[in-house]
């Protein structure tokens, strides 16, 4: 069998954040397969077929590309990031376990990328350099008392947090009660980045506190970093300020 | 003031793994900062001058590479992986915190890369498809008991654990005393991941248990990921294992 399957990452947005290795995975294809709004960012080849698919059907995107691949062909799945954080590759591996075993017979990769948190964190500064969590605030998959608990603990424990899928047409009331319990356990002014569309048009971001993050929208293409109690804000003249986490702990939380 | 700094994620290894905007930021440098081995990843440029310094040196570097685009030249530290995930991000941050206002003054900007566990991730399935949190092992700059906190709060509450900086010359004791306290929050089974130089000439990645996880070896090149009670593994006739953690949450711990 000479099909292979390639899930690829291709970073927060335009071209500059792919890497070589993205590149040449999506330059071989025969066909690609993704949510429609990704496709539109890889450069059309003439001669490879595209397969845009909406934004909850990942289970059928990935069984129409494993089928594909087993077929013969070189295919590619495309993927908004990092496809092996909240996104497709674990749908792929999902897909391989509970579909026919030629599908795990498959040549396989991943091909990694620069995920939203690490673009976010790099446009505001380094609060991501201490230890820190990644939580998707859907709450499809996991129960909210879930995510309570994991906010929770994450932020008694002094991991920086950064929220993926903050904000949904159906996931409307979730980042309030959020930052609303995330106040239980970190100061008012704790450090809170809302960053949009980061590496694409209408990039925006924003600095604010915990005490007033609930004023500042968000929507599905914001990611949202929590400082911890020793992230710090650097105020710089004439520039955005600088939003950063000490490699040394400081002060250990009771 | 015409100079400028820009701290640069070289990804996990070699150059195929460099994003565009990483590659425009390298050579548009007049002069490269960086630990030596990382330096020696950078193709080099005629009229590019280097200074490659130590492992531990991150504040005298960013200092240096500071007051260098300070003159009006332009600098470019770079890093292994992401420059704000343990690396120098923070150290140029803290630096620009510390030292004289022209150092505030900088057009300074982070380019992000492909941070280590992203690409041990990769390479084993999608093992952080579901919350995670990345800790560093390291008690230069935080406490062993911080850290045991920390890893007992992220396994408690179901995180996947991405483990940087696992073991040093001087770190000789804390991974098997980590490994030792997650087996009290998770089952014997949990897959762990060892990934070494992924990326890199001498890549290798082994796919083992917590129960059995003190038997292989690491070193300052070994990234860790230890999974949840949700992650699971596939087995597949002649390829490696896939590790991956379920989109969806089956079971909540007690």
């Given at each position: 069998?000479?099909?292979?399957?390639?899930?690829?990452?291709l970073?927060?947005g335009?071209?500059?954040y792919?890497?070589?290795?993205?590149l040449?995975?999506?330059?071989?294809?025969?066909?690609?397969?993704?949510?429609?709004?990704y496709?539109?960012?890889?450069a059309?080849?003439?001669?490879?077929?595209?397969?845009?698919?909406?934004?909850?059907?990942?289970?059928?995107?990935?069984?129409?590309?494993?089928?594909?691949?087993?077929?013969?062909?070189?295919?590619?799945?495309?993927?908004?990031?990092?496809?092996?954080?909240f996104?497709?590759?674990?749908?792929v591996c999902?897909?391989?376990?509970?579909?026919p075993?030629?599908?795990?017979?498959?040549?396989?990769?991943?091909?990694?990328g620069v995920?939203?948190?690490?673009?976010?964190?790099?446009?505001?500064?380094?609060?991501?350099?201490?230890?820190?969590?990644?939580?998707s605030?859907?709450?499809?998959?996991?129960?909210?008392?879930?995510?309570?608990?994991r906010?929770?603990?994450?932020a008694?424990?002094?991991?920086?947090?950064?929220?993926?899928n903050?904000?949904s047409?159906?996931?409307t009331?979730?980042?309030?009660?959020?930052?609303?319990?995330?106040?239980?356990?970190?100061?008012?002014?704790?450090?809170?980045?809302?960053?949009?569309?980061?590496?694409?048009?209408?990039?925006?971001?924003v600095?604010?506190?915990?005490?007033?993050?609930?004023?500042?929208?968000a929507?599905?293409?914001?990611?949202?970093?929590?400082?911890?109690?020793?992230t710090?804000?650097?105020a710089?003249?004439?520039k955005?300020?600088?939003?950063?986490?000490?490699?040394?702990?400081s002060?250990?939380?009771?």
């Amino acid at each position: 069998m000479s099909g292979k399957l390639a899930v690829v990452g291709l970073g927060p947005g335009d071209a500059r954040y792919l890497t070589r290795e993205a590149l040449a995975a999506l330059d071989e294809a025969d066909a690609l397969y993704g949510y429609g709004p990704y496709l539109d960012r890889v450069a059309p080849r003439s001669g490879q077929v595209r397969h845009p698919t909406g934004n909850r059907e990942e289970g059928a995107r990935a069984r129409a590309a494993l089928a594909h691949a087993a077929r013969g062909a070189k295919v590619a799945i495309v993927s908004g990031g990092d496809p092996g954080v909240f996104a497709m590759a674990a749908s792929v591996c999902e897909e391989m376990a509970a579909g026919p075993p030629e599908w795990r017979a498959l040549d396989m990769r991943i091909v990694p990328g620069v995920t939203a948190m690490l673009a976010v964190a790099s446009r505001a500064g380094a609060p991501l350099a201490h230890d820190f969590c990644a939580l998707s605030l859907s709450d499809n998959l996991k129960t909210w008392e879930l995510i309570e608990r994991r906010l929770a603990a994450a932020a008694e424990a002094g991991f920086v947090i950064a929220l993926y899928n903050p904000v949904s047409q159906a996931r409307t009331w979730q980042l309030a009660h959020a930052f609303t319990l995330l106040g239980r356990h970190l100061p008012g002014a704790t450090p809170v980045i809302f960053g949009r569309a980061v590496g694409r048009t209408g990039e925006g971001l924003v600095v604010t506190t915990l005490a007033e993050a609930s004023a500042i929208a968000a929507d599905m293409a914001t990611l949202i970093i929590i400082g911890s109690r020793e992230t710090r804000v650097l105020a710089r003249d004439g520039k955005a300020p600088l939003v950063y986490t000490p490699r040394a702990v400081s002060s250990v939380p009771a």
